[in-house]
């Protein structure tokens, strides 16, 4: 099992579950920022190419996704696009992005979920069957029909003043009928 760690607040303290599942915090950080887990020995992979992030974040069973703020979180998307557990702090872009049961107020309750994760077969397949159904409302095929049908409605021609009376007149009969 590995817990992939990404954020910018990632838990300092990742080898908590270093004796549960390899930790690797995917990415890097400016200012010598990842220095506690470079001291708590906590693998940092440090900034890579996409397709070689993207291989790291596959071979793991949860991502502890950490940030203080956000919007809606790339890394979130991918990690739901690879079958890759999330568990998140409580911000309201993950908890949109989540649900309430994989969100955590602090590090201590993310790696209890992350232990409960890790240990549970049913809470995992449970929580990926969830974000199935989560990344099909947040994908970009999804997020590309939304688009296109604004356009379309935005470029589709006027009404003519007489069809929308008609309009307007057989909505207020029927409202009289």
Not at 4 to 33: C, K
Not at 45 to 64: F, H, I, K, N, V
Not at 69 to 83: T, V
Not at 116 to 141: C, F, I, K, N, S
């Amino acid at each position: 099992m590995k817990i992939a760690l990404f954020g910018s607040r990632t838990d300092p303290h990742g080898e908590a579950l270093a004796g549960e599942a390899r930790v690797e915090w995917i990415g890097g950080a400016p200012a010598g920022e990842d220095a506690p887990l470079v001291a708590a020995g906590v693998p940092v992979t440090g900034w890579l190419p996409r397709a070689e992030g993207l291989d790291r974040l596959a071979e793991a069973t949860a991502l502890l996704h950490w940030s203080s703020w956000d919007g809606q979180p790339l890394a979130i998307l991918e990690a739901f696009a690879r079958d890759v557990v999330v568990i998140a702090s409580d911000i309201p872009a993950n908890r949109e992005l989540v649900g309430e049961r994989q969100v955590c107020r602090d590090e201590a309750q993310a790696i209890a979920l992350l232990r409960r994760v890790l240990t549970e077969p049913a809470l995992r397949e449970a929580m990926l069957a969830d974000q199935r159904v989560r990344r099909e409302e947040h994908g970009a095929e999804r997020m590309t029909l939304r688009w296109l049908e604004l356009y379309g409605r935005l470029a589709a021609p006027a009404p003519v003043a007489h069809e929308r009376d008609a309009s307007l007149r057989r909505n207020i009969e029927r409202s009289w009928s």
